[in-house]
């Protein structure tokens, strides 16, 4: 007689089962344990082969219909009283992964949990995520240290090393001593000058002309410019020569800034030194100097090297990709929903700016972030109403995932700050 028809000789004759939890032996009633066909014990009973049963239990003995689970026996107590009662309730002294992982195995759901335990669940895991967050944090800031740790242990071997390696922490840890707290304060200040310079030089009051009455640069600021531009260079070559890494060193986002914000300098001259009677394809050169002038903006981002809240804010946008896409998403929602409505309800009035869709895009993108400019607003009843509820729906959107990403910032930003003490 094979395996099968053994069980189901026996399955057909009893109406009780045999489980041992653990130790704990338990005789349960089959009827009690069809209540809930999609459950680990429920499904259990539908088996017709040994291996279909071994996959649902530890092991399984045929002669006494026992079946084993290598559970904890204290928790399968609530298990049964579920299957009695159709209500879960939490184990005391037992944390709130244990409980999920339990409650996963005998295929128990969230929703089965009685009222008196829901809140506290929901709280106990709201809980855990953060710790684990936080734990999260730590390992990272683990990683980190082990990580400059590791660009240490590179310098070892290399040319030399104990000259490259102090003028490297020097220049990349502003806390390593009193000398790189002074070099970072310098670069810092190389910077603001640098951009106040670029913000100077669109004033009116500093344009000058030659006696042709051709603009020309203000040779004061052009100075500045030239010593401003000469330290980047001069601090990118020197932190690139004494880097363990070379390859890592270009790779990094911030070390790119630093060469953009230094690159369209020495374009723009190369440009001016160029013969333009001998190129005809120079044509738009001065375009070409305007919009690389226009990418010194990009000094202003070196300041994030120096700065833990730019950095600490870099690094939320980086872990913060969900929240930012829901963000724009129903801001994009909202804007469509209301542009349409706007747009209907203003067409037919004559005095109405809202003679499109895409019109009213812009008006729905201002409103719902709430800037306002003026330059368009509704002149029917309805469409007033139809305005602040466009107001109203915005500061709600734009406020709940605002939330969460500060939360994520003000996390970053603190451990940026033990990172540098």
Same mark, same amino acid.
């Given at each position: 007689?094979?395996?099968?028809?053994?069980?189901?000789?026996?399955?057909?004759?009893?109406?009780?089962?045999?489980?041992?939890?653990?130790?704990?032996?338990?005789?349960?009633?089959?009827?009690?344990?069809?209540?809930?066909?999609?459950?680990?014990?429920?499904?259990? $009973?539908?088996?017709?082969?040994? *291996?279909?049963?071994? =996959? %649902?239990?530890?092991?399984? @003995?045929?002669? +006494?219909? !026992?079946?084993?689970?290598?559970?904890?026996?204290?928790?399968?107590?609530?298990?049964?009283?579920?299957?009695?009662?159709?209500?879960?309730?939490?184990?005391?002294?037992?944390?709130?992964?244990?409980?999920?992982?339990?409650?996963?195995?005998?295929?128990?759901?969230?929703?089965?949990?009685?009222?008196?335990?829901?809140?506290?669940?929901?709280? $106990?895991?709201?809980?855990?995520? *953060?710790?684990?967050? =936080? %734990?999260?944090?730590?390992? @990272?800031?683990? +990683?980190? !240290?082990?990580?400059?740790?590791?660009?240490?242990?590179?310098?070892?071997?290399?040319?030399?090393?104990?000259?490259?390696?102090?003028?490297?922490?020097?220049?990349?840890?502003?806390?390593?001593?009193?000398?790189?707290?002074?070099?970072?304060?310098?670069?810092?200040?190389?910077?603001?000058?640098?951009?106040?310079?670029?913000?100077?030089?669109?004033?009116?009051?500093?344009?000058?002309?030659?006696?042709?009455?051709?603009?020309?640069?203000?040779?004061?600021?052009?100075?500045?410019?030239?010593?401003?531009?000469?330290?980047?260079?001069?601090?990118?070559?020197?932190?690139?020569?004494?880097?363990?890494?070379?390859?890592?060193?270009?790779?990094?986002?911030?070390?790119?800034?630093?060469?953009?914000?230094?690159?369209?300098?020495?374009?723009?001259?190369?440009?001016?030194?160029?013969?333009?009677?001998?190129?005809?394809?120079?044509?738009?050169?001065?375009?070409?100097?305007?919009?690389?002038?226009?990418?010194?903006?990009?000094?202003?981002?070196?300041?994030?090297?120096?700065?833990?809240?730019?950095?600490?804010?870099?690094?939320?946008?980086?872990?913060?990709?969900?929240?930012?896409?829901?963000?724009?998403?129903?801001?994009?929602?909202?804007?469509?929903?209301?542009?349409?409505?706007?747009?209907?309800?203003?067409?037919?009035?004559?005095?109405?700016?809202?003679?499109?869709?895409?019109?009213?895009?812009?008006?729905?993108?201002?409103?719902?972030?709430?800037?306002?400019?003026?330059?368009?607003?509704?002149?029917?009843?309805?469409?007033?109403?139809?305005?602040?509820?466009?107001?109203?729906?915005?500061?709600?959107?734009?406020?709940?995932?605002?939330?969460?990403?500060?939360?994520?910032?003000?996390?970053?930003?603190?451990?940026?700050?033990?990172?540098?003490?």
């Amino acid at each position: 007689m094979v395996y099968g028809q053994i069980l189901h000789r026996h399955g057909r004759g009893d109406c009780s089962v045999n489980l041992n939890v653990g130790g704990f032996k338990q005789r349960v009633e089959r009827d009690v344990l069809e209540r809930f066909p999609q459950t680990r014990l429920g499904r259990l $009973l539908c088996c017709s082969s040994n *291996e279909a049963i071994l =996959e %649902l239990c530890d092991d399984f @003995s045929p002669s +006494e219909m !026992e079946y084993y689970f290598d559970r904890n026996p204290s928790f399968f107590c609530y298990v049964l009283n579920f299957y009695l009662t159709g209500k879960m309730h939490l184990m005391d002294g037992l944390c709130v992964v244990s409980f999920s992982q339990e409650i996963e195995y005998w295929g128990i759901k969230e929703r089965h949990l009685d009222s008196c335990c829901t809140e506290v669940f929901e709280e $106990l895991n709201f809980a855990n995520s *953060e710790q684990f967050e =936080e %734990l999260q944090g730590s390992y @990272s800031s683990i +990683e980190e !240290e082990s990580e400059s740790e590791n660009e240490l242990e590179m310098f070892e071997g290399s040319w030399c090393e104990d000259v490259r390696k102090n003028i490297w922490l020097r220049l990349e840890n502003p806390g390593y001593s009193r000398s790189a707290k002074i070099m970072a304060i310098a670069s810092m200040s190389v910077v603001v000058v640098s951009i106040f310079a670029m913000c100077i030089h669109s004033m009116p009051e500093f344009h000058q002309v030659d006696i042709n009455d051709n603009e020309i640069e203000n040779p004061g600021l052009v100075l500045v410019e030239m010593i401003c531009v000469v330290f980047f260079s001069v601090e990118f070559v020197v932190r690139l020569a004494v880097a363990p890494s070379a390859k890592k060193f270009l790779c990094s986002p911030l070390n790119i800034i630093d060469f953009i914000s230094v690159m369209p300098f020495f374009i723009t001259l190369a440009l001016d030194l160029m013969d333009n009677e001998e190129t005809a394809d120079l044509e738009n050169v001065g375009k070409v100097v305007q919009i690389l002038r226009l990418m010194r903006m990009f000094r202003i981002l070196k300041l994030a090297r120096h700065s833990t809240g730019l950095q600490s804010l870099g690094a939320t946008f980086r872990n913060s990709y969900r929240e930012v896409g829901l963000l724009i998403l129903l801001l994009s929602m909202g804007t469509s929903i209301f542009a349409v409505l706007m747009y209907f309800v203003e067409n037919e009035s004559l005095e109405s700016q809202f003679h499109s869709i895409p019109i009213g895009w812009w008006w729905a993108t201002i409103s719902m972030t709430t800037v306002g400019y003026g330059d368009m607003c509704p002149v029917t009843p309805l469409g007033k109403l139809v305005a602040t509820l466009c107001i109203l729906t915005g500061m709600l959107v734009v406020a709940l995932p605002i939330t969460l990403i500060f939360n994520k910032f003000a996390k970053f930003y603190q451990r940026q700050n033990n990172n540098n003490k």
